[in-house]
């Protein structure tokens, strides 16, 4: 299990730093809410992005992305909601993923609008 958890921190670290070069400001890194979590909240220019990131030691089982199915969907749709009501904003949003494959060189991928 401590694996499974360091290897999603892992993705995480590499998904901020992979936004930060694209030019995203992330404003909140593990967001909790009552009714769910979100990985990455960042703006894309004037577009928030609330952001999941998955990750796999290799595509074996398929892409990473493809774990996004649509009761997680819905989990971070709910969350997404709950953050603008906290905050108060009232951006124009998106949900983005971001893949990331482990390999000798990790395969870090942005998915706009994927969902």
């Given amino acids: 299990m401590k694996d499974h958890l360091a290897l999603g ?4 670290k590499l998904a901020f730093a992979h936004l930060r070069h694209l030019g995203y400001d ?3 890194r593990n967001y909790r809410g009552r009714t769910g979590e979100i990985d990455l909240v960042a703006y894309d220019g004037p577009v928030l992005a609330f952001v999941e990131v998955k ?5 074996d089982f398929g892409q990473p992305y493809e774990a996004v199915g649509p009761e ?3 989990r971070i749709r ?5 953050f603008l009501r906290r905050y108060k904003i009232k951006p124009t949003y998106r949900f983005d993923i971001v893949s990331v494959v482990y390999g000798d060189t990790p395969d870090v991928r ?3 609008n994927a969902f």
Avoid: T, Y
């Avoid at 990750?55 to 595509?59: A, E, G, L, P, T």
């Fill in 72 to 74: 997680k969907e819905e």
């Fill in 78 to 82: 709910r969350a997404a909601l709950e």
């Fill in 55 to 59: 990750s796999r030691r290799s595509v």
């Fill in 110 to 112: 942005l998915i706009k």
């Fill in 26 to 28: 992330v404003v909140a």
């Fill in 9 to 12: 921190k892992g993705a995480e």
